[in-house]
């Protein structure tokens, strides 16, 4: 073959057989977390949720783009802005964390995040992060929010830690299943209205440890891998660790184009129609105790919970933290 002939071809097969890696799908780990606050493990949340997002880059043969706010660079303008310059290109996968503390005035589903560095009542909620990304038309978004979605003070010490653990071939599998091959959307709080989320420094949130170890435990022992199992792992764990006291993960997991969901479908509440009542189109994991607003605070914490309903009252918004629980 001639030398001006063998050119042409290697030149036609570098054109038509890329490299693999330049196309590889984005893994966009957006990891917000109030470390203002460590008392309720905020810290511990933010180192795994490094080793988390290596991990099912890894596994699922993605190219991770990892990007945290946390400290005295956390606020709600720096939260916005760090979604809207987000670039994301139509395989790519959108996971939002946030640990910290949490509220609900009382008239929607998902918790608003309120920040240590939060002034007044400007304050980014789950609802707003997700109708910001939605449009972005990811193949996959998966909204956590690990803090409380009320305001009660109550206390706790969780039991459970993650443990990063090596993936076998069959853990690799349901790995890619979920993040390299699903399309959709996950979201899910830590707790329903009314409810608050535990965690405590030296352990992380029990919540977002659960759903962790569900997803990592359950990787191994299952042949085809569902994020529906996930979570109802996830749910049944934590409403176990947190018993005496409620605290019910809620989620919904919707399958198709990310883009292509109404914010019903997506389960957030329709600007004029924040109900909370968790009636929700797509496979949905409700606790059942969605429309509690003023959960129990025993005797020790009746003063507590009548001085929050008063400041809610007052100024439309309350405080909600994940303590210790004694």
């Known amino acids: 073959m001639p030398r001006t002939a063998r050119l042409a071809v290697a030149w036609l097969l570098t054109c038509l057989l890329p490299c693999p890696a330049a196309f590889a799908a984005t893994l966009h780990f957006i990891a917000v977390v109030d470390t203002n606050d460590a008392s309720i493990g ?45 670039q ?38 789950m609802d707003e992060v997700v109708e910001a990304l939605a449009p972005k038309s990811p193949r996959l978004l998966v909204v956590l929010a690990d803090c409380c979605n009320s305001y009660p003070w109550q206390t706790g010490r969780p039991r459970s830690t993650f443990q990063n653990t090596a993936a076998t ?22 707790c329903a209205p009314g409810q608050f989320s535990l965690g405590a420094a030296g352990a992380g949130g029990v919540f977002i440890n659960n759903f962790m170890n569900a997803l990592q435990s359950l990787a191994e022992t299952e042949s085809t891998l569902t994020w529906e199992k996930v979570f109802q ?47 929700l189109t797509g496979t949905s994991g409700d606790s059942g105790l969605v429309g509690l607003l003023f959960p129990a605070c025993g005797a020790a914490g009746a003063a507590e919970c009548m001085l929050a309903a008063l400041w809610l009252g007052l100024v439309g918004l309350q405080r909600s933290c994940r303590g210790r629980r004694m």
């Open 42 to 86: 905020t810290i511990e949340d933010l180192s795994n949720s490094v080793v988390w997002a290596d991990k099912i880059a890894q596994c699922a043969g993605l190219t991770l783009n990892y990007q945290s706010l946390s400290g005295q660079q956390l606020s709600v303008s720096a939260t916005r802005q760090l979604i809207d310059a987000l």
């Open 88 to 125: 994301v290109r139509a395989d790519d996968v959108v996971y939002f964390f946030y640990s910290g503390h949490g509220a609900n005035p009382g008239d929607r589903r998902w918790p608003v995040l309120y920040y240590t560095t939060t002034v007044g009542n400007d304050a980014v909620s």
């Open 169 to 190: 071939a069959q853990g690799i599998a349901n790995y890619r299943r979920l993040f390299a091959t699903f399309q959709g959307s996950v979201l899910s709080s830590g």
């Open 233 to 279: 792992k996830t749910a049944a764990d934590t409403a176990a660790e947190a018993a005496p006291q409620l605290q019910n993960p809620q989620y919904v997991i919707t399958e198709g184009q990310v883009a292509g969901f109404t914010p019903d479908q997506l389960g957030l509440d329709s600007p004029g129609n924040q109900t909370g009542d968790g009636l």
